[in-house]
């Protein structure tokens, strides 16, 4: 896809995110329906349906060519034959939207050819709109912003599971392990504007909670990938992924030595 329609794209696409963070924060306001699905009994609201049912609609006229692939849409639709998909996540941490935290989310990107090129992420309650265009940087409300540098885990602010954080907190004792974000792209998108210097996400994650998320890491100067180093593909038949580290490259490179060897620890 050219850089110039990329370039208007993104524009359009924060219009999008700003349309559906309205709608969710209405439906939040008065009753609405919840109720649970899966194996995990993972919850799901009337406003994860009515943002993912909106999305669906405003993304498909932005980008016809693009596939989708969604957390609450049928696995049925064929974004996974197409190299351009919007990968979504209609509301990233329902259980803070449920019970009226601030730390939840809506995370958009298009992927092509497994790897994002352009994302949004937007915490309505917060009004915080980050945005990534591949090879041209990451922005918070317009403003550039980049993942802290250092290698030291030496006071570094570190989220993720609590048994992830008692495990290198052991093994690095003056790690400052922070509260939990209860939406997993604000988690590791709090790394690429240097609110927290790492972040780590335990198996199961799926592309909609992360590709977003991951751009948005990159383009700010960090590193976001599986315990081996591996960055990740997205839109191929399994959506799930392992254990993951998010930080600025030295820091990066110090978590993945201090796991390499304990993975199993970190299981």
């Not at 092509?112 to 918070?140: K, N, S």
């Not at 599971?161 to 590791?188: M, N």
């Amino acid at each position: 896809m050219p850089g110039s329609d990329l370039a208007t794209l993104r524009g359009a696409l924060e219009a999008v995110m700003r349309e559906a963070g309205e709608l969710a924060r209405v439906t939040s306001r008065g009753p609405f329906k919840r109720w649970t699905k899966g194996d995990d009994n993972s919850p799901v609201s009337e406003g994860d349906i009515a943002v993912n049912d909106l999305l669906r609609v405003r993304l498909t006229q932005l980008a016809p060519q693009a596939g989708w692939l969604s957390e609450e849409t049928e696995d049925s639709l064929p974004g996974r034959a197409m190299d351009t998909a919007w990968i979504v996540d209609p509301i990233d941490g329902t259980r803070a939207y449920i019970t009226g935290r601030a730390d939840w989310t809506i995370s958009v990107a298009l992927a092509e050819h497994g790897r994002p090129l352009l994302a949004a992420l937007y915490a309505p309650v917060t009004d915080e709109m980050f945005m990534a265009l591949r090879g041209v940087g990451a922005t918070l409300n317009g403003s550039a912003i980049a993942a802290s540098r250092g290698a030291t885990l030496e006071r570094a602010k570190l989220a993720g599971p609590k048994r992830y954080l008692d495990r290198l907190s052991g093994l690095s004792p003056h790690v400052l392990a922070q509260p939990k974000v209860h939406s997993l792209a604000l988690r590791l998108t709090r790394v690429a504007h240097g609110e927290l210097d790492a972040a780590l996400a335990s198996p199961g994650s799926h592309d909609w909670d992360l590709a977003a998320a991951d751009l948005l890491v990159h383009e700010a100067g960090g590193l976001m990938t599986d315990f081996s180093g591996q960055k990740l593909t997205y839109n191929r038949p399994h959506t799930a992924h392992g254990a993951l580290i998010a930080a600025g490259p030295p820091r990066h490179a110090t978590l993945i030595e201090l796991v390499r060897d304990r993975q199993s620890e970190f299981a």
